[in-house]
């Protein structure tokens, strides 16, 4: 049976993400006739063309991108045993501690209910909770950083993940309480999206920001500042309102879709603490 080794993958998945030698070869802190031969044994090894390769540059083959994705999760799961295995040895038990991702700022109540709930159940473990960003939930499930998460379909993909759905709700756009807009009783998506005066907040999605006008949130409390200060607006899951200042005002979305939350885990997790936390989860 043939097998790549991760050093392997990563040549690979730098020659595939550049599709440049020179470029991946940069990336990766070594000269490029020694990546291109790298690359070359793992096509023969397998057996097939990884990378169409022309005067115009270099092109991923059918297989290459089936390398490609499957490398990417082959690495993540390799990083996430490494974490996981290193809070282990340093916390003595992963019975005793659990790391939960969560957007900052949704399911405020929800997350308060949880913890309160788990923590007075028999034998339960420490939960540090590591707030995140729009989306950085699923990466930091993947790549080990975190035990469990509380992810929103459907803005977080849930492919991979066991999970289980705790509660649905409507979207609010959140807004400087002095302006016009949020005197009105509902808004729409097209309202939220259009106001000259008030650009969309924008937050990084796998580390990139999307384009337009509005502020790049780098935290929660730097986009309660702006929307306080009239200089952006953000749309949230209903249950944000409990982190609402006294300078916000939120206005339903009537247009908007359903949030789903849902707490997700690991597939293959074997872990007693998670196993304690899900079934008080989804007793919420």
Same mark, same amino acid.
């Given at each position: ?12 998945? $730098?020659?595939?993400?550049? +599709? !440049?030698? /020179? @470029? &991946? =070869?940069?990336?990766?802190?070594? *000269?490029?006739?020694?990546?291109? %031969? ?24 059918? $297989?290459?991108?089936?390398? +490609? !994705?499957? /490398? @990417? &999760? =082959?690495?993540?799961?390799?990083? *996430?045993?490494?974490?996981?295995? %290193? ?77 289980e759905e705790l ?6 756009a959140i807004l ?109």
């Amino acid at each position: 049976m043939e097998t790549l080794e991760t050093r392997e993958l990563r040549y690979f998945l $730098a020659v595939a993400e550049e +599709l !440049h030698f /020179g @470029r &991946a =070869a940069e990336r990766l802190g070594m *000269a490029q006739p020694p990546l291109s %031969r790298a690359i070359q044994r793992i096509e023969r090894r397998l057996g097939v063309s990884l990378l169409d390769r022309d005067r115009r540059g270099v092109a991923l083959t059918t $297989a290459g991108e089936m390398l +490609l !994705h499957e /490398g @990417r &999760a =082959a690495l993540d799961a390799a990083s *996430a045993a490494a974490r996981r295995t %290193r809070r282990a040895g340093l916390h003595g038990s992963d019975r005793n501690r659990l790391v939960l991702a969560v957007k900052a700022g949704a399911s405020h109540e929800l997350l308060h209910k949880l913890l309160d709930a788990y923590a007075a159940e028999p034998d339960a473990a420490e939960i540090e909770v590591l707030p995140s960003g729009t989306c950085e939930q699923e990466g930091m499930l993947r790549d080990g950083r975190a035990d469990a998460a509380l992810m929103h379909a459907p803005f977080n993909s849930l492919a991979g993940f066991d999970s289980e759905e705790l509660m649905t709700e409507g979207q609010i756009a959140i807004l400087p309480a002095a302006h016009p807009l949020a005197a009105r009783r509902t808004l729409t998506l097209a309202d939220v999206t259009g106001i000259p005066d008030l650009p969309l907040a924008r937050w990084s999605r796998h580390g990139v920001y999307p384009p337009g006008p509005g502020p790049e949130i780098h935290d929660q409390t730097q986009l309660a500042q702006l929307i306080a200060l009239g200089r952006t607006v953000a749309v949230y899951p209903d249950s944000a309102r409990a982190w609402l200042w006294a300078e916000h005002a939120a206005v339903p979305l009537s247009d908007a879709a359903t949030v789903v939350t849902h707490i997700a885990w690991p597939a293959h997790s074997r872990s007693l603490a998670l196993a304690g936390l899900v079934r008080t989860a989804t007793r919420l």
